[in-house]
């Protein structure tokens, strides 16, 4: 019995002491901190409110992306008052008994509702820091100081027009280096992909802002007109493709989905939720009837657009010790054959529809690999009748972009003078030239017949930098 | 009512004992002067700022540290003082800095050497940041899977892979050059976006500034090599009183030369936080009297502060203790530094009985002890020439063949039961001839042919992939433990995983070729097989974790012939260590560094300086293990009385008194015969067998189990157990292993009635045979008065049992 007795008073002993250091350590309560929009109201109104309330869908008329937007308000008048909590129309929506919003989720919790009450009785000021604000518009184009990191190059349909991606914006060069075209600036931060139409009257954009958004721009290729900013998600997409038809177009996102979009009207048709990774890059079959998905699950799906049903695994074998699984796909002009690469870094030519019984495991699909470039294979095209394919890949401080001869697996030509990550390339529709490009920023231009250097630019004007403080 | 009685009675204690602890904290002492550490500052570069620490001394030269207090100001535009109080370089120069505090001041001369802009070095100044702000930690981006899709390596060991996750993943999603301050690095540690890791630190930090430069700077890569060593100030910090606070300041060192003051950037973690804490930003704050180590890390490399907190010792006087040899120097500098008292040494019967078990596993007869008692010569000489001749005796053979027949995993399950007898076979021979240690780990790591006809060959059939036998070896010979690196860079650590797949490597070539279904034959394969590094995929050739001064390969050797060569040179900073530590602390209960056989950084010797004297006096004898036996059980401490006095008994780590420990299973077992004079023997065994000459754990003996003896599945020291459980109390009063042994008709009271002892001399031949000493008086009328009562038989017997039943005979101490 004593001994029992004298455990439980070290038990007390212990707790005790530990609540006296805990007292004796602890940062002044937080109250004391006046509560901060930037930093916690702004990040709940991102994750509970703005899927409904954001400029792509303004449900009530109402946008909660901004504080500006937020004390503007909606139909049910201004947002909040500041410094009356209980007047506030935001209080108003979201206490109650099931409250009104956020509509079909969970209520926010009784410290999110307090930590907002507190922020507008404190007076609702916006706290946030000069540096996170985006003051980029097509009226304030970017201006740089660094190259940015090339992630995207699309070539005309016509041959004339060379697409890059910028920070914030497309720039369209001539096709030969000559001169830029001209800049299409949007919303999004970041350009994951750059798509003509095969009728060529679409320059289809994906991106976004990564933690923030997704965007679908549909920009008129004659007038440089957006017509279409559709934002998706609540993070960038990628791998966008038109169909051979230009009728749709399908990309993949950070959320996992991959969806194709009714070019007319805007519309998804279809959401594909089998992936359990981002899905980096989609392609149609050459009937149109099916699209195919590469994924950083490491796997190929294969669904049928019209039923949105998941079909097939095409592969899902990428050995490699790097992350990153299958980055890079698209379909053969002329077959229904498609080419992959990812992680492994080995370019793949396989069969879209399965000729064999499907067994765990197996890897019948494939139908030929191709020399093994160093790093990750981020991009690949083929040229216009299918019988090579450009490609390229980052290996973290260096790459390298290739060419090959699609039947006999032939390395025709290793492109010379890549010196980092190439994360994008695009094969000329008249054959005669491909463009690389990453995260050096230069764009080359190589002679498909010698392999050679033809010329290499600079996507962006480059204003000197104020030297930077140490 | 009387447990409610208690009860309160303790929370009185309790509340008492806090009051006291509360009296305990430092009053505000009298500053007469204050310096700084460093006493002056040299900045070489532009961003190369450091911190002072500000040091008070009262006026009897003790001293404590001001750092947190004082107030740091600048002279000239040359320097500027950050929020942190850290002097940062502005314009080449000479400055000063004033210091003050507690109403002095201090001016602290300051050279700018340099303050060309550099840009932002993405090893040196970009990476330490992810650390700090546990973006890398295991339960953020730097777990298995990473989180959210984003993965760094753990801790950040692998700089490239850090970079590709940074920079090369989703094409630069990470990162923006032309405005660094929409870089997803940045919004999400700001929660600029939403970071499910929280708010890590705002645009106004270092950390923000030294990204977004990088960023702007276009993400370079290096190949800047990280730090080689921390140096730590101060070093070993002895703080006096609960509350009292000491900063610490870490200066990394790098292979071109250059240091950097990384207070800021290092990670701090108090090994035990009952005796001191450590904030994130290195201060350390006394909680008890007692001894921690802090743990320092950054970028890759560790370092390590021994914390001393002293506690009230007012009124301790050192007084200095006999010595009989250098141990007893080590350690009685430790106590005199800690303000304790040794204890003072043990009885001759004390020392019989410990001295007796430790080094033979069994105590002494009846016979033993009165020879011992009554030889004439003077304490210290008998007691040395009975170290000598336990040493000599073949009880030592049996007693040390059990402890290594356990460590190298002798178990029929891997050798079948030839294999033991064979290996154990092998054991005794090595142990009778003394075989030097060195050549005893040479000879089983080189060893070669059929496992019948040398048995050492049997240690390649216990452990069979490379890997495995590596942790094996590591764990035995080394006393480190290298299993975490499999998966990742060991936490606490330097072993990374690479080296953890180069050094299993060098078992690659051990083949193994069935004989019959016992035994096996061991050889070289001509083509070694490719061990391969779990973390990239690629094979790992043979290479040695950590450099060993004068050893060189020799490429004409076979693999595991460089590694033997190499393990046992004497110059292997671990090999001679880790076996002194693991033998000292089977004879004095716990190692210098404990556990034994998990020698790391993060887990520092209690008394290097005794664990290195005792190293280099076992090299200098050849690896002599009697030596090292004698040297330890010669000592004073070895030979200090369990009983504490006031000055040493909170004291558990020290070696100021001695520890008791439960006797073994198998020496409990043997114990009981020998006390009882029942005849050895143990069930399923032949007859005089010993339970500590068993082969291995498969003769099925309950007892034995119960107490905790070795399963020898796993190399850890951890695996016999010293736990004391009702379930071994109940045996011992009910069971019939004593019951049997008291009452066997050969035994000692059998054998006291068939002389027809007086009661008197019945009590004293009992008390000689199981506690192996006299009683006292009282314990002698007491005794006598209940054999009288109850006869020799009944009564010496019930004495027998009571006393088999006490602690002094339970445990060695």
Same mark, same amino acid.
């Given at each position: 019995?004593?001994?029992?007795?004298?455990?439980?008073?070290?038990?007390?002993?212990?707790?005790?002491?530990?609540?006296?250091?805990?007292?004796?350590?602890?940062?002044?309560?937080?109250?004391?901190?006046?509560?901060?929009?930037?930093?916690?109201?702004?990040?709940?109104?991102?994750?509970?409110?703005?899927?409904?309330?954001?400029?792509?869908?303004?449900?009530?008329?109402?946008?909660?992306?901004?504080?500006?937007?937020?004390?503007?308000?909606?139909?049910?008048?201004?947002?909040?008052?500041?410094?009356?909590?209980?007047?506030?129309?935001?209080?108003?929506?979201?206490?109650?008994?099931?409250?009104?919003?956020?509509?079909?989720?969970?209520?926010?919790?009784?410290?999110?509702?307090?930590?907002?009450?507190?922020?507008?009785?404190?007076?609702?000021?916006?706290?946030?820091?000069?540096?996170?604000?985006?003051?980029?518009?097509?009226?304030?184009?970017?201006?740089?100081?660094?190259?940015?990191?090339?992630?995207?190059?699309?070539?005309?349909?016509?041959?004339?027009?060379?697409?890059?991606?910028?920070?914030?914006?497309?720039?369209?060069?001539?096709?030969?280096?000559?001169?830029?075209?001209?800049?299409?600036?949007?919303?999004?931060?970041?350009?994951?992909?750059?798509?003509?139409?095969?009728?060529?009257?679409?320059?289809?954009?994906?991106?976004?802002?990564?933690?923030?958004?997704?965007?679908?721009?549909?920009?008129?290729?004659?007038?440089?007109?957006?017509?279409?900013?559709?934002?998706?998600?609540?993070?960038?997409?990628?791998?966008?493709?038109?169909?051979?038809?230009?009728?749709?177009?399908?990309?993949?996102?950070?959320?996992?989905?991959?969806?194709?979009?009714?070019?007319?009207?805007?519309?998804?048709?279809?959401?594909?939720?089998?992936?359990?990774?981002?899905?980096?890059?989609?392609?149609?079959?050459?009937?149109?009837?099916?699209?195919?998905?590469?994924?950083?699950?490491?796997?190929?799906?294969?669904?049928?657009?019209?039923?949105?049903?998941?079909?097939?695994?095409?592969?899902?074998?990428?050995?490699?010790?790097?992350?990153? =699984?299958?980055? @890079? &796909?698209?379909?053969? #002009?002329?077959?229904? !054959? /498609?080419?992959?690469? $990812?992680? *492994? %870094?080995?370019?793949?030519?396989?069969?879209?529809?399965?000729?064999?019984?499907?067994?765990?495991?197996?890897?019948?699909?494939?139908?030929?690999?191709?020399?093994?470039?160093?790093?990750?294979?981020?991009?690949?095209?083929?040229?216009?009748?299918?019988?090579?394919?450009?490609?390229?890949?980052?290996?973290?401080?260096?790459?390298?972009?290739?060419?090959?001869?699609?039947?006999?697996?032939?390395?025709?030509?290793?492109?010379?003078?890549?010196?980092? =990550?190439?994360? @994008? &390339?695009?094969?000329? #529709?008249?054959?005669? !030239? /491909?463009?690389?490009? $990453?995260? *050096? %920023?230069?764009?080359?231009?190589?002679?498909?017949?010698?392999?050679?250097?033809?010329?290499?630019?600079?996507?962006?004007?480059?204003?000197?930098?104020?030297?930077?403080?140490? | 009512?009387?447990?409610?009685?208690?009860?309160?009675?303790?929370?009185?204690?309790?509340?008492?004992?806090?009051?006291?602890?509360?009296?305990?904290?430092?009053?505000?002492?009298?500053?007469?002067?204050?310096?700084?550490?460093?006493?002056?500052?040299?900045?070489?570069?532009?961003?190369?700022?450091?911190?002072?620490?500000?040091?008070?001394?009262?006026?009897?030269?003790?001293?404590?540290?001001?750092?947190?207090?004082?107030?740091?100001?600048?002279?000239?535009?040359?320097?500027?003082?950050?929020?942190?109080?850290?002097?940062?370089?502005?314009?080449?120069?000479?400055?000063?800095?004033?210091?003050?505090?507690?109403?002095?001041?201090?001016?602290?001369?300051?050279?700018?050497?340099?303050?060309?802009?550099?840009?932002?070095?993405?090893?040196?100044?970009?990476?330490?940041?992810?650390?700090?702000?546990?973006?890398?930690?295991?339960?953020?981006?730097?777990?298995?899977?990473?989180?959210?899709?984003?993965?760094?390596?753990?801790?950040?060991?692998?700089?490239?892979?850090?970079?590709?996750?940074?920079?090369?993943?989703?094409?630069?999603?990470?990162?923006?050059?032309?405005?660094?301050?929409?870089?997803?690095?940045?919004?999400?540690?700001?929660?600029?976006?939403?970071?499910?890791?929280?708010?890590?630190?705002?645009?106004?930090?270092?950390?923000?500034?030294?990204?977004?430069?990088?960023?702007?700077?276009?993400?370079?890569?290096?190949?800047?090599?990280?730090?080689?060593?921390?140096?730590?100030?101060?070093?070993?910090?002895?703080?006096?009183?609960?509350?009292?606070?000491?900063?610490?300041?870490?200066?990394?060192?790098?292979?071109?030369?250059?240091?950097?003051?990384?207070?800021?950037?290092?990670?701090?973690?108090?090994?035990?936080?009952?005796?001191?804490?450590?904030?994130?930003?290195?201060?350390?704050?006394?909680?008890?009297?007692?001894?921690?180590?802090?743990?320092?890390?950054?970028?890759?490399?560790?370092?390590?502060?021994?914390?001393?907190?002293?506690?009230?010792?007012?009124?301790?006087?050192?007084?200095?203790?006999?010595?009989?040899?250098?141990?007893?120097?080590?350690?009685?500098?430790?106590?005199?530094?800690?303000?304790?008292?040794?204890?003072?040494?043990?009885?001759?019967?004390?020392?019989?009985?410990?001295?007796?078990?430790?080094?033979?596993?069994?105590?002494?007869?009846?016979?033993?002890?009165?020879?011992?008692?009554?030889?004439?010569?003077?304490?210290?000489?008998?007691?040395?020439?009975?170290?000598?001749?336990?040493?000599?005796?073949?009880?030592?053979?049996?007693?040390?063949?059990?402890?290594?027949?356990?460590?190298?995993?002798?178990?029929?399950?891997?050798?079948?039961?030839?294999?033991?007898?064979?290996?154990?076979?092998?054991?005794?021979?090595?142990?009778?001839?003394?075989?030097?240690?060195?050549?005893?780990?040479?000879?089983?790591?080189?060893?070669?042919?059929?496992?019948?006809?040398?048995?050492?060959?049997?240690?390649?059939?216990?452990?069979?992939?490379?890997?495995?036998?590596?942790?094996?070896?590591?764990?035995?010979?080394?006393?480190?433990?290298?299993?975490?690196?499999?998966?990742?860079?060991?936490?606490?650590?330097?072993?990374?995983?690479?080296?953890?797949?180069?050094?299993?490597?060098?078992?690659?070539?051990?083949?193994?070729?069935?004989?019959?279904?016992?035994?096996?034959?061991?050889?070289?394969?001509?083509?070694?097989?490719?061990?391969?590094?779990?973390?990239?995929?690629?094979?790992?050739?043979?290479?040695?974790?950590?450099?060993?001064?004068?050893?060189?390969?020799?490429?004409?050797?076979?693999?595991?012939?460089?590694?033997?060569?190499?393990?046992?040179?004497?110059?292997?900073?671990?090999?001679?260590?880790?076996?002194?530590?693991?033998?000292?602390?089977?004879?004095?209960?716990?190692?210098?560094?404990?556990?034994?056989?998990?020698?790391?950084?993060?887990?520092?010797?209690?008394?290097?300086?005794?664990?290195?004297?005792?190293?280099?006096?076992?090299?200098?004898?050849?690896?002599?293990?009697?030596?090292?036996?004698?040297?330890?059980?010669?000592?004073?401490?070895?030979?200090?009385?369990?009983?504490?006095?006031?000055?040493?008994?909170?004291?558990?780590?020290?070696?100021?008194?001695?520890?008791?420990?439960?006797?073994?299973?198998?020496?409990?077992?043997?114990?009981?015969?020998?006390?009882?004079?029942?005849?050895?023997?143990?069930?399923?065994?032949?007859?005089?067998?010993?339970?500590?000459?068993?082969?291995?754990?498969?003769?099925?003996?309950?007892?034995?189990?119960?107490?905790?003896?070795?399963?020898?599945?796993?190399?850890?020291?951890?695996?016999?157990?010293?736990?004391?459980?009702?379930?071994?109390?109940?045996?011992?009063?009910?069971?019939?292993?004593?019951?049997?042994?008291?009452?066997?008709?050969?035994?000692?009271?059998?054998?006291?009635?068939?002389?027809?002892?007086?009661?008197?001399?019945?009590?004293?031949?009992?008390?000689?045979?199981?506690?192996?000493?006299?009683?006292?008086?009282?314990?002698?009328?007491?005794?006598?008065?209940?054999?009288?009562?109850?006869?020799?038989?009944?009564?010496?017997?019930?004495?027998?049992?009571?006393?088999?039943?006490?602690?002094?005979?339970?445990?060695?101490?």
């Amino acid at each position: 019995m004593l001994r029992w007795l004298t455990i439980l008073g070290i038990y007390m002993a212990l707790g005790n002491g530990l609540g006296l250091r805990l007292c004796a350590d602890e940062t002044p309560a937080e109250d004391a901190k006046p509560a901060s929009f930037y930093r916690e109201v702004r990040p709940i109104l991102q994750r509970q409110c703005s899927g409904c309330h954001q400029p792509a869908k303004a449900g009530g008329h109402l946008v909660l992306t901004s504080f500006e937007e937020l004390l503007k308000g909606g139909e049910a008048g201004a947002g909040l008052t500041a410094g009356k909590a209980d007047d506030s129309v935001i209080m108003q929506y979201i206490v109650g008994d099931p409250p009104e919003m956020p509509r079909g989720a969970d209520p926010l919790k009784p410290e999110q509702i307090e930590l907002i009450r507190r922020w507008i009785n404190e007076g609702a000021k916006d706290d946030t820091p000069a540096s996170a604000r985006d003051t980029i518009s097509a009226e304030h184009p970017p201006v740089y100081a660094t190259p940015p990191v090339v992630t995207a190059l699309a070539y005309s349909p016509d041959s004339q027009v060379l697409a890059v991606s910028g920070h914030h914006e497309v720039l369209l060069h001539q096709a030969d280096g000559t001169g830029q075209l001209a800049r299409l600036v949007g919303r999004s931060v970041k350009i994951n992909s750059i798509d003509f139409s095969p009728d060529g009257k679409w320059i289809a954009v994906t991106g976004g802002a990564p933690a923030v958004f997704g965007e679908v721009q549909l920009w008129d290729a004659a007038t440089h007109e957006l017509k279409v900013s559709q934002q998706i998600s609540f993070d960038t997409l990628f791998g966008g493709s038109f169909s051979d038809d230009s009728q749709q177009f399908a990309f993949g996102g950070f959320d996992n989905k991959a969806r194709v979009m009714d070019v007319a009207t805007g519309n998804i048709i279809m959401t594909l939720d089998a992936h359990s990774d981002l899905v980096f890059d989609t392609t149609f079959s050459l009937k149109l009837d099916h699209l195919i998905t590469v994924s950083r699950d490491m796997a190929m799906k294969l669904t049928e657009i019209k039923s949105a049903q998941f079909i097939d695994n095409i592969t899902s074998i990428t050995p490699g010790a790097l992350k990153g =699984g299958l980055m @890079a &796909v698209q379909r053969h #002009p002329k077959e229904e !054959q /498609v080419l992959v690469g $990812g992680a *492994d %870094g080995e370019p793949k030519l396989y069969k879209i529809f399965r000729t064999e019984a499907r067994k765990i495991g197996d890897d019948f699909n494939r139908i030929r690999g191709y020399a093994v470039l160093p790093g990750r294979i981020v991009s690949l095209q083929f040229n216009a009748d299918g019988s090579k394919f450009v490609v390229g890949s980052s290996n973290a401080t260096s790459g390298a972009a290739r060419i090959y001869s699609t039947d006999d697996a032939k390395l025709l030509y290793e492109l010379p003078g890549h010196t980092a =990550g190439v994360f @994008a &390339v695009a094969f000329r #529709p008249d054959g005669k !030239q /491909v463009a690389t490009a $990453g995260f *050096d %920023g230069k764009v080359r231009l190589f002679d498909v017949e010698t392999g050679q250097l033809v010329t290499e630019f600079l996507p962006v004007d480059i204003t000197p930098a104020v030297a930077a403080t140490p | 009512m009387l447990s409610l009685t208690r009860l309160s009675h303790c929370v009185l204690a309790f509340c008492c004992s806090m009051t006291m602890l509360l009296a305990e904290e430092a009053a505000s002492p009298q500053i007469v002067s204050i310096q700084t550490w460093p006493e002056k500052l040299v900045l070489h570069d532009v961003r190369d700022a450091r911190g002072l620490l500000v040091i008070g001394r009262d006026a009897a030269g003790k001293t404590y540290d001001l750092t947190a207090d004082a107030v740091v100001s600048a002279t000239t535009p040359h320097i500027e003082i950050d929020a942190e109080r850290f002097v940062n370089p502005r314009e080449v120069g000479s400055s000063e800095v004033i210091v003050t505090a507690k109403g002095h001041e201090q001016r602290v001369p300051v050279v700018v050497e340099n303050v060309e802009p550099r840009s932002i070095d993405y090893v040196r100044d970009f990476l330490p940041h992810l650390s700090k702000h546990g973006c890398n930690q295991g339960t953020c981006h730097g777990a298995q899977q990473g989180r959210k899709g984003f993965k760094l390596s753990l801790r950040g060991y692998d700089p490239l892979y850090d970079y590709r996750a940074l920079v090369d993943d989703v094409s630069g999603r990470r990162f923006n050059r032309t405005e660094p301050a929409q870089s997803l690095m940045l919004l999400k540690p700001t929660q600029g976006v939403p970071h499910e890791g929280g708010f890590l630190f705002d645009e106004q930090s270092r950390a923000y500034r030294d990204i977004a430069q990088w960023i702007a700077e276009g993400c370079q890569f290096s190949e800047t090599t990280r730090p080689v060593r921390l140096e730590l100030f101060p070093s070993a910090p002895t703080l006096d009183r609960r509350g009292e606070r000491q900063q610490v300041q870490v200066i990394a060192h790098y292979d071109d030369g250059q240091s950097r003051d990384v207070t800021r950037d290092a990670m701090f973690e108090a090994s035990n936080f009952e005796v001191a804490t450590v904030t994130k930003g290195g201060q350390i704050q006394a909680v008890r009297r007692g001894e921690t180590a802090v743990l320092v890390r950054y970028e890759g490399v560790y370092g390590n502060l021994n914390v001393t907190v002293l506690g009230n010792r007012e009124g301790f006087v050192w007084q200095p203790a006999p010595e009989f040899n250098f141990i007893d120097q080590k350690v009685n500098q430790k106590l005199e530094r800690l303000k304790a008292l040794p204890s003072a040494v043990c009885t001759d019967a004390e020392f019989l009985r410990r001295v007796t078990l430790d080094l033979t596993g069994l105590p002494a007869s009846a016979d033993q002890t009165r020879a011992f008692l009554d030889d004439s010569r003077d304490s210290r000489s008998k007691r040395e020439a009975l170290i000598d001749d336990l040493l000599n005796s073949p009880e030592y053979v049996d007693h040390w063949t059990l402890k290594w027949s356990d460590l190298l995993l002798s178990n029929r399950k891997f050798i079948k039961e030839q294999g033991v007898w064979g290996f154990r076979n092998w054991i005794r021979q090595s142990l009778a001839e003394n075989k030097p240690y060195d050549q005893f780990a040479f000879e089983l790591m080189t060893a070669s042919g059929n496992s019948l006809e040398n048995p050492a060959a049997n240690y390649y059939r216990i452990a069979r992939e490379p890997r495995e036998v590596m942790e094996n070896m590591t764990q035995v010979f080394l006393g480190t433990r290298f299993v975490c690196a499999q998966c990742h860079d060991h936490p606490f650590e330097k072993w990374t995983q690479t080296q953890y797949f180069e050094l299993s490597a060098y078992f690659g070539g051990v083949g193994r070729k069935a004989q019959g279904t016992e035994a096996e034959v061991i050889y070289d394969l001509r083509n070694p097989q490719t061990v391969m590094h779990g973390g990239t995929g690629q094979p790992a050739p043979p290479k040695f974790p950590f450099t060993v001064t004068g050893y060189e390969a020799s490429g004409s050797d076979v693999p595991r012939l460089q590694l033997a060569k190499w393990l046992v040179s004497a110059e292997n900073p671990y090999f001679a260590k880790s076996l002194v530590n693991r033998y000292w602390s089977y004879l004095l209960g716990r190692g210098i560094i404990d556990p034994v056989d998990d020698i790391r950084l993060s887990n520092p010797a209690s008394n290097p300086e005794l664990l290195d004297a005792l190293t280099a006096d076992f090299i200098a004898h050849d690896f002599d293990l009697k030596h090292l036996l004698r040297t330890i059980a010669a000592s004073q401490t070895y030979q200090r009385s369990f009983i504490t006095n006031e000055w040493n008994k909170d004291d558990d780590v020290n070696y100021s008194h001695a520890s008791p420990r439960r006797l073994q299973a198998e020496q409990l077992y043997d114990a009981i015969m020998v006390a009882t004079g029942a005849p050895m023997g143990v069930p399923g065994a032949p007859t005089g067998f010993r339970a500590s000459q068993l082969p291995d754990a498969a003769v099925n003996v309950p007892f034995l189990d119960m107490f905790g003896r070795a399963p020898r599945e796993s190399p850890c020291e951890c695996e016999r157990s010293s736990e004391v459980s009702l379930a071994q109390t109940l045996t011992l009063i009910n069971g019939p292993t004593i019951s049997d042994a008291i009452a066997h008709p050969q035994g000692l009271v059998q054998k006291l009635v068939t002389q027809n002892v007086t009661p008197k001399e019945a009590v004293a031949e009992i008390y000689l045979s199981v506690l192996n000493g006299l009683p006292d008086d009282t314990e002698s009328n007491q005794g006598t008065a209940y054999v009288t009562e109850h006869g020799l038989l009944v009564g010496g017997q019930d004495l027998m049992w009571a006393l088999i039943n006490s602690p002094a005979f339970l445990f060695n101490r």
